[in-house]
């Protein structure tokens, strides 16, 4: 196993890392941003307001892109269980 070789499986790892929580990551930060805005305008001060809203939008988001999330994971795994022969010698 070379030094090049564990850097491209650490470079593909961080890629599906990233690939992985940016959505739902996303919507909970679009839901946030939109809930600080509605309680900005309307002077509403509760901070556990926007708790709910971004747990719903995370769960939306998981059911909407969670089959694409798994493919996605899938491929990863497949292509690093499938490359452990030619790691080894």
């Known amino acids: 196993m ?3 070789s564990v850097l ?3 470079q ?3 890629q599906v890392m ?4 940016a959505p739902p990551l ?3 930060l679009l839901v946030g941003l939109l809930v600080s805005i509605f309680q900005a305008a309307t002077q509403i001060n509760e901070q556990t307001l ?3 809203p971004k747990l719903l939008a995370i769960f939306v988001v998981l059911l909407v892109a969670g089959h694409w999330m798994m493919g996605v ?3 990863y795994m497949r292509d690093l269980f499938n490359g452990i022969p030619a ?3």
């Not at 990233?18 to 929580?21: N, T, V």
């Open 2 to 4: 070379t030094p090049e």
């Open 8 to 10: 491209t499986i650490a």
């Open 12 to 14: 593909q790892a961080l």
């Open 18 to 21: 990233l690939l992985m929580g």
């Open 26 to 28: 996303l919507a909970a």
């Open 50 to 52: 926007s708790f709910i």
């Open 73 to 75: 994971m899938l491929d």
């Open 87 to 89: 790691m080894i010698g």
